[in-house]
């Protein structure tokens, strides 16, 4: 008897997930013809990699408040507009404009009191504040992390402090490495200054093999002096570190940042009008702004201009989505996240039911699924349509993520979140460096994120969530 | 009692995927621990990158027969002996000797009998004769493919033949764009030649957005005149096929290419003899040669310094394998093959067990996972080792790959073979053409390869096939 049952229940087993394959293919053979009409079209007629050059080469850096970014408000408008959309607008919102206003400099000037001239590569942190006309004249103390400052705070006074906190190269996600090195750009400054620092040298947050340094935003603490931070490159931090180990060494720092009044930006919106649901709206989008110093290509170039395609592939196909989909360019993540603030704030204001809201903000590399933030329910809905993804390189669904734009979204309305994973090896190699510019985004990558993204928001208004 | 079976069956089912699970997770916890120190060591102490930049920046392109090829054998040798390894050893054989010998070049001379001068960048495929030192001036004749000209073959003689096959951008993996398209390049002048055609030039098998011509390997039949034969780059090749459709337009071709005598080259090979099973060999490589144009940097210094890294990290963490692991540079992947015969006739003539050969031979890309050519059993085995890959991204698992170097052994002996897949994106912007060089190869991407392969050459060591 029990052999029978075994053999029932084995038979059974085998049963199963062959009736379920067989369930799941007829139900979504209509998705992945759709999704593969997508993927073609966007491949043989996608407008992603011309528009991503438009914005780089064509506008450039774009920091919040500088004239690069208020021309791609513009530039970001008249695009929408050429696609065909039922509504485009801007939502104005007031940025901080701060200016790096000079050349950035740092260099050795003494070695055990000896004098040298060792220009090294360094580029001041968003938001900080400039030295004096003299610069800052000082020796170096070198730490690797925030217990050696604390363990020395009596030797701080008068020194230059530089942070060679290195980025882990361990973790397969280098976002890991990223939050965890972070730390030292946002808060370096005032926790050095606490103990008299006269000025701070952050190692860049990166594993990368070249010399660039990488900027960034960083926040004084208002209980202490304003002073000076910049951002070394890796050869740089190495050789510094290497001189402090065994000599005194004298370094020579000028950046000459300023916060000007803040300045009006926007977040430029389009919409393509629900069929069955108008008022239920599924948001997604990327920022406009970039760093001043590279012509944010990754960061945040390939989010705006996937954002875009989603739009134009949609038309193209001639898709009429049930619920209004909404795209959005957000002013100002990168220095204080104001557009995202705004955007939220208009939701709240006009009782807005955004049903999902998406971003892609983690560069234009070859995609490699999404990072979700939802309801339980959502979650298990999701996970059946992960095949659909597999053609294309993004059924790796992980929990947790949704983009920095939409964090006060769902801060305020625990708005169902997601954002695109694309492979993170090459991100922190260029992020927030002179080398994030248009030539460093391979045009199949970028193009196979805007294909997931597509997948995903077409299921979402499909099915719901 | 239909219902209490349902429930008996349903806690059944409920319970055999928990006990799975479990049973699944304590068999592979010493796995993935063993997984993650490989990792750890690869990313912290991997000598991957530097090596690679000897090969491609120290010593260059290494086209069988050239003296770089014979550096690169000595290199290899010398590598292997530095890691420390059981054995080193070179497995001679002859390979064929094609040069280059010169500059090639392609102008436009007449548009409807006008002269122009207008460079073409092109370059000789590999194996192709040279024109005579006159060149070769005719007539363009272009075709989109072979139905074309067959269609038009009365109108071939005398005319250089214009084959501008698209690379389908639309295909996802791009190397099957690139079988599709390789018939052009390796049989299209012994066809255009059978019609009387003077040359051909053909679109290089690519969807870069620069304009590099991409050169490889071609085949005379020796039914027909040999013909000289170029690639052209394919922003060119737009521009040239524009001309065409409403001008004649002449050309003259000079190419310079020669095939010498066959000359000796190598296999490098390294052994770690193992300790339960050493007469049952697992075989892991790549190729050493490359194109004479580039420094061969993905196709194939990534997997040649990849195959080093695993025995440098084997050894690095104390493993003692059960099986004897080989570690092989293979002579002349890229103009016939030879080195592969080789490997494949002494392992006959020993009668060599080789259990399983691996090779990387699709650049140091983000790893995605591995193609099989293995038995049903073997298959259903290795899939249950797919989620130790998950956080190191290679746990797609295809059927049907194996590594071209791996094909005489598996045909002679149906040994179970697989290969790396890398993310294939970027793949065919730079393979064969002057762009395959180290700067294009990002570090992470090529270390997290060999992370991949090491732990697969590690789980089929401890479980076997």
């Not at 100002?332 to 704030?345: F, P, V």
């Not at 992960?386 to 801060?411: C, I, M, R, W």
Request: glycine share 10%; proline share 4%.
């Amino acid at each position: 008897m029990k052999n029978i049952f075994f053999k029932q229940v084995a038979l059974f087993i085998f049963l199963i997930p062959f009736y379920a394959t067989s369930q799941s293919s007829v139900q979504s053979s209509s998705d992945s013809l759709f999704i593969k009409q997508i993927s073609d079209d966007i491949f043989q007629n996608g407008k992603t990699y011309e528009w991503l050059h438009q914005l780089t080469k064509g506008i450039g850096g774009r920091l919040a408040g500088s004239p690069q970014f208020a021309k791609a408000i513009d530039w970001g408008k008249k695009t929408f507009e050429s696609i065909g959309v039922d509504k485009v607008y801007l939502q104005e919102c007031m940025v901080p404009h701060w200016i790096r206003n000079g050349k950035d400099k740092a260099v050795i000037t003494a070695v055990n009191n000896k004098p040298v001239i060792t220009q090294l590569d360094v580029l001041a942190l968003g938001n900080s504040l400039g030295t004096s006309s003299k610069g800052v004249n000082a020796e170096v103390f070198a730490v690797n992390n925030f217990e050696q400052l604390e363990a020395n705070k009596e030797k701080i006074k008068g020194k230059i402090v530089f942070y060679n906190y290195h980025f882990n190269p361990t973790n397969i996600s280098t976002f890991i490495s990223y939050s965890d090195a972070g730390k030292y750009r946002w808060t370096g400054a005032s926790r050095a200054a606490k103990y008299g620092a006269l000025g701070v040298i952050v190692r860049s947050m990166s594993g990368a093999t070249d010399n660039n340094p990488h900027t960034g935003g960083m926040e004084y603490n208002d209980s202490f002096p304003k002073i000076p931070a910049v951002a070394i490159g890796l050869q740089d931090a190495d050789k510094l570190w290497n001189l402090t180990k065994s000599s005194s060494v004298k370094i020579s720092m000028a950046t000459h940042g300023k916060m000007l009044p803040d300045t009006i930006g926007a977040n430029v919106i389009a919409e393509l009008k629900g069929s069955e649901h108008p008022e239920e709206i599924i948001s997604l989008g990327g920022h406009l702004d970039s760093w001043d110093i590279n012509e944010g290509a990754h960061d945040d170039g390939a989010g705006v201009v996937q954002t875009m395609e989603v739009l134009r592939v949609l038309n193209a196909l001639g898709y009429h989505p049930k619920h209004t989909i909404r795209f959005v360019l957000f002013a100002n993540e990168e220095t204080a996240g104001r557009g995202a603030e705004k955007y939220a704030a208009v939701a709240k204001e006009k009782k807005e039911k955004i049903i999902f809201a998406f971003e892609s903000d983690a560069g234009g590399f070859t995609p490699r699924g999404f990072s979700f933030s939802v309801p339980p329910s959502s979650w298990t809905k999701l996970n059946t349509w992960k095949s659909l993804f597999e053609p294309y390189g993004g059924s790796t669904f992980t929990v947790g993520g949704g983009g920095a734009d939409n964090e006060p979204l769902q801060e305020a309305f625990k708005t169902p979140v997601a954002e695109l994973s694309p492979d993170s090896q090459r991100y922190f190699d260029i992020h927030h460096a002179r080398s994030d510019v248009f030539e460093n985004v391979n045009k199949r990558e970028l193009l196979l994120g805007a294909v997931n993204i597509t997948a995903l928001i077409y299921l979402i208004d499909k099915y719901g969530l």
